[in-house]
């Protein structure tokens, strides 16, 4: 079993920064693939950016430059800093650990 919460969503205006966190417990193995995803209202899950354990990182066309994703492996916990927010962005964000496991969302709304 693997435990996901993640934090750091909320409200910003377009152009503001936010910092997503997941905390991760349980079977945790060192050898591992992490990832955010988001869905807005309406749309499918999509993939925002995906790192491996040795720092391998993969990042949607749409964030790239934006947002960036890692890891510390000490604390089993993922970030995503997202800066020039765009109202596009809007969504709930979602932390994957590997192919099964997903936490609960949080949401982040960019609006002026």
């Known amino acids: 079993q693997v435990q996901l919460v993640e934090s750091g969503g909320g409200s910003v205006q377009p152009g503001g920064s936010l910092r997503l966190s997941c905390a991760a417990s349980?079977?945790?193995?060192?050898?591992?693939?992490m990832a955010w995803y988001r869905q807005a209202p309406g749309k499918e899950r999509e993939l925002v950016a995906r790192?491996?354990?040795?720092?391998?990182?993969y990042y949607a066309d749409s964030v790239k430059g934006r947002f960036t994703i890692s890891n510390d492996n000490a604390k089993n916990t993922l970030y995503l800093q997202m800066n020039s927010l765009k109202p596009e962005d809007t969504a709930v964000y979602y932390c994957?650990?590997?192919?099964?496991?997903w936490g609960q969302g949080t949401q982040v709304t960019v609006s002026s």
């Open positions: 994957k650990y590997n192919t099964n496991w």
């Open positions: 349980g079977r945790i193995f060192s050898s591992n693939t």
């Open positions: 790192i491996t354990s040795v720092g391998s990182t």
